[in-house]
């Protein structure tokens, strides 16, 4: 740890046993994720709590704290706030254990964990009133801003490609064509990063869901591609249409795709995770880039095949599979990963 971190773990030490007057037993890193969060597992009388650190100068805990109630008046299981320290950024949470998705699927487990997901998202989308929800709207805006990540920072900065002017209208052309398509959808809560590392395994109302405080009012197939088409592990693409059609059929008995037909809505499912995908690619290029995180580099071919299959899948996109074909795939497939 650096020294303003040893400075923020006793800090966030003191408000636990001076402020809150805990019997702290022990205090052990618990995970961090790819923000400037931080979290502990506490031990108190044999009871284990989750502290988040979330340094005031980077991070923002209201918005946790906001979400964390509509979820659970929703019926989503998001951890209770047993404690806050907003202008410190500490929060005491309840603990969901150290079982997460990614770590607990396998071929066996899949459709029952799978099935839990998807009931807890179809309450999340249901059960959110997105007009009195206070959440900020994904708009034409943010996801371009999304979509330029792939291009400043994996396209320039990582791989050091500059494209030429054929290919930069190519890739504005795949821009337009991703956020038309995102902002035709009907709009519900989305939580923004529905997967598996944020998702925990639980003994009741599985899953625990974690990392919420993004949410945003956004296209109703955002949350459903991130959990079926997981930057962190990947699914025999039969099976991910079984679940697709699956959930689309429960939006319809629901009233949120209106006469939408399965065809408009696997085309809106297949754009939005392509959105998501590359997106996620420039956010593991700067991970690396500006914060040292090595980690997520070896995620990105996975979740590059998933782009160039969507690719492959519409005419429109064949421009821009030919500029990854030429320019992108052979770096990606090379040592620069490693």
Known sequence: MTIQQDDRLEALSGWLRETLRLAVEAVEPASSDASFRRYFRVYLDGISCIVMDAPPAKENVRPFIGVAALLRDAGVQA??????????????????????YLDCLNA????RLYGDALD???????????????????D??????????????????????????????????????????????PKVCVHRDYHSRNLMVTERLNPGVLDFQDAVIGPVTYDLASLLRDCYVSWPL???????????????EAGLVGSVSPDTFRRWF?????????????????????????????????????????????????????????????????????
Do not use: N
Not at 86 to 100: H, I
Not at 108 to 111: G, L
Not at 120 to 138: F, M, S
Not at 154 to 177: I, N, T, W, Y
């Open 238 to 252: 039969p099976m991910v249409e079984v679940w697709m059609a699956g959930y689309y059929t429960r939006l319809c």
């Open 140 to 185: 034409e805006r943010l996801l371009g801003v999304e979509l330029d990540l792939f291009r400043d920072w994996f396209l320039d900065q990582f791989l050091g490609l500059v494209p030429e002017a054929a290919e930069s209208v190519v890739f504005d052309d795949v821009k337009r064509l991703l956020i038309a398509s995102a902002l035709e959808q």
């Open 108 to 111: 066996i487990s899949v459709d």
């Open 79 to 100: 951890p209770e706030i047993l404690a806050a320290d907003e202008e410190q950024g500490f929060l005491l949470l309840s603990d969901f254990g150290t079982r997460s």
């Open 120 to 138: 807890a998202l179809t309450r999340l989308q249901c059960g959110v009133d997105i007009e009195t929800a206070g959440l900020p709207v994904y």
């Open 270 to 338: 297949d754009l939005m995770g392509m959105q998501r995908h590359l997106k996620a690619i420039g956010i593991f290029s700067r991970l690396k880039l500006r914060d040292g995180k090595f980690g997520y580099l070896k995620d990105i071919p996975r979740t590059m095949s998933y782009v160039t299959e969507v690719c492959g899948r519409y005419p429109e996109l064949a421009g821009f599979l030919r500029f990854l074909e030429k320019r992108v795939l052979p770096q990606i497939i090379s040592d620069r990963l490693v």
